[in-house]
């Protein structure tokens, strides 16, 4: 197999094997993984210098990649042997006399640890290193691509995608762009991701067809993700007994049903021996589910359980199940309570073959929720936390964002307060999901900076407690320096330090800066409704789709209380429970999320709630300004068309801030009839 070069700029350019490639590596083990791992190696030697083997010989090696159960020449390894099982993924990795080595107890592991020393590029090579374990906290790092094989009239080839076309499909049939897969499996690899879902949650006509007569499309992608270690899931629509196989029906409890599904099934592992399992949507924005027999979603989720079962198959069922159709006159009914009041109830009736994929938020994907109650809900029930990589609502990728401060705080939330599990340990063993933001554009997320989010979340899944600022420099380490790792030139390094000072300056804040010119306050939602790109204050206010933020000339907020609103506080144990009822307590940054308060009620922060909307969106809107500024002085740090590229973006996010600031701040000032406290213009 030979590894094409990145066929598009990325992280893991060539450069960034150099300190590798330039040495002596030999690679010991049997599979398909271990053969990718010395591909790569040989590939960097060809490049560089180097030489890589596969059997011992009797010669001096820089690098040692080799699994335990294989023959490892004495006086290399000895020291190292790992005081523990690695387990499928793991690895244990050392530098002594002269040889950084690694060991792992099966072929990924060497894979990953491969990729750990890619990052580490010289500085593997330099000082002694005492032994270090790695292994991933979760089983399963998991991107549902939300691809359309066939062109959706609305939604387009990907759903909520800001990044072109799919690397998958194009017009209803297959790209067969293999090279690109591969070349995308490996950047995947390279941060960590184990196993992607390569159709659509929202499952229409053509892609219901992978499952059964279009099953070669799936195979083919899959022979490609498997060298790297990825695992390929399908979206399944709930129906396909009827809609494929010509049933009658497609009830849960049905027998003919149960054989329908487990037949398919069986064919699919005929294909696809590794395959993963299925990814459902149901009973959702207007899929099929198991409601239409009056079945609940636990017999929903075990009927394809069951028939994933015998080989190893899981089923990814997703928990964002709400009525879209509800009555906005309704004040007693509350979107954000729909996750918990279908699913909690259903804890311990699940197969333990099923995950419940979770949303992270209670309502879908805000730039700033609470963590969802669910996660702390079903403690018998597999649970997988959902995350949206794609910037549906945090910028459409036109926007610098970088979420990974969003996903920490999520994973370090702490349901039952201070000594307490965190979602991070609750889903430790389990799976973090993304939903992926690539496309078949050339820097393969439209945003060059949006990159950083896909390597971001493949790193928070392996390791949740990273830093993000970590995170990001790895990420710059391994895309924009990969020469500079190490053996940087003296002269060279001050451009590598302001490269490095200014994607810190752009990023390191551009979530919370997003969070200040968009909705206040964890009140979320005031986008255009459709395409949900740009402000509209009122656009789903008078709605069947339940997302509202009740501001009126006294105030603004969504009163989910106990003690006078939709009763949402109570899906959370104590001490949250307590802290978001509490208007005293509850965080500013959750205030309309949880209250509905008067435009002079005061935060903690001193300020009132309409001088804070006033105050953020003023600042928002000039830290994107501040933004573009240290881009344009970056000019000549960065390719000249990447930094193209990105200056059309701030200029656009520029321009897209100051209008939610206007129109946010117009709209607050219209209703409360409160002047700025500083007189500042407000249209
Ligand atoms: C919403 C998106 C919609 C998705 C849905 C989902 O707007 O396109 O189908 O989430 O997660 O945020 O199923």
Redesign the pocket.
Known sequence: MTIPDPVHPAWLPSEAFRAIGARRTLVLGDGLLAGTVHDEVAQACARYGGRVRRDAGSEPYDLVLALTTAEVPPGVAGAVRPDSALGDEGYVLARRDGATVVLADEPAGLLYGLFHVVRLGERAFAAERPAEHHRPATRRRMLDH?DNVDVHPV?GQV??GYAGGSVFWRDGAPRGELARVRAYARLLAACGVNAISVN???VHATEAHLLTDRLGDVAALADVFRPYGIRVHLSVNFASPVVLGGRPTADPLDEDVRTWWADVTERVYETIPDFGGYVV?AD??G?PGPFAYGRDHADGANLLAEALAPYGGVVHW?A?VYNHRQDWRDRSTDRARAAYDHFAPLDGRFRDNVILQV?HGPI??QAREPVSPVVAAMPATRLAV?L?VTQ??TGQQRHVCYLAPMWRDVLGFRPWGDGGADVAELVGGGDLVG?SNVGDDPYWTGHPLAQANLYAFGRLAWEPRLDPAAILDEWIDLTFLPAATGDAEPAASGATDRLRRTLHEIMDDSWRTYERYTAPLGVGFMVRPGH?YGPDVDGYEYTPWGTYHFADRDGVGVDRTRATGTGFTGQYPPPWSEVYESLADCPDELLLFFHHVPYGHVLHSGSTVIQHIYDTHFAGAEQATEARRRWQEAAGLFDPSLHDRVKALLDEQVRCAEEWRDQINAYFFRKSGVPDAHGRCIP
């Open positions: 939300w939604m759903e909520r659509n949650v929202n949507k959702s924005e899929q997703r964002f949303k879908d994907f959902e949206q549906e609502y939903v949900h």
